[in-house]
C-alpha cells in the first residue's frame, strides 16, 4: 500500500557527486523515518543513512563528512546527496520508510533499488 521510487543512480567517476531521490506514494498518514541502506555484491546490506521525522539524522562512518540525508515532508520524498564518492561506494542503494498509514496500520515498505557505480 505504500510505493517507494529510487531515482538518481549512474556512474561517476571516483571524487565526483550524485543525489539519490526517494519518493512514498500510497495510503500515507504519516512517515517516521526513511532511510538509505546500500548493498554491493556479495555483501550485507548496509545502512547508509537515516532521517527520523523529528529531524535527527545519523550516518554510517564510512560515508560521514560526504553523504547528506534530507527530506521534503510535503512531497515524502528523501535525498542522499553523495560527494567526493569513492570505488568502494559502489552499490544498489535502496531507499526504505516507516510509518503510519491512513487505515491506521503501521507500514514499513522498500524500494527497487538504484545502482549506484564509481569507477573510472
Known amino acids: 500500500q505504500v510505493q517507494l521510487v529510487e531515482s538518481g543512480g549512474g556512474l561517476v567517476q571516483p571524487g565526483g557527486s550524485l543525489r539519490l531521490s526517494c519518493v512514498a506514494s500510497g495510503s500515507i498518514f504519516s512517515i517516521n523515518a526513511m532511510r538509505w541502506y546500500r548493498q554491493a555484491p556479495g555483501k550485507q546490506r548496509e545502512l547508509v543513512a537515516t532521517s527520523r521525522s523529528g529531524g535527527s539524522t545519523n550516518y554510517a562512518d564510512s560515508v560521514k563528512g560526504r553523504f547528506t540525508i534530507s527530506r521534503e515532508n510535503a512531497k515524502n520524498t528523501v535525498y542522499l546527496q553523495m560527494n567526493s564518492l569513492k570505488p568502494e561506494d559502489t552499490a544498489g542503494y535502496y531507499c526504505?520508510?516507516?510509518?503510519?498509514?491512513?487505515?491506521?496500520?503501521?507500514?514499513?515498505?522498500w524500494g527497487q533499488g538504484t545502482q549506484v557505480t564509481v569507477s573510472s
Open positions: 526504505n520508510a516507516d510509518g503510519t498509514l491512513r487505515v491506521g496500520r503501521i507500514f514499513d515498505s
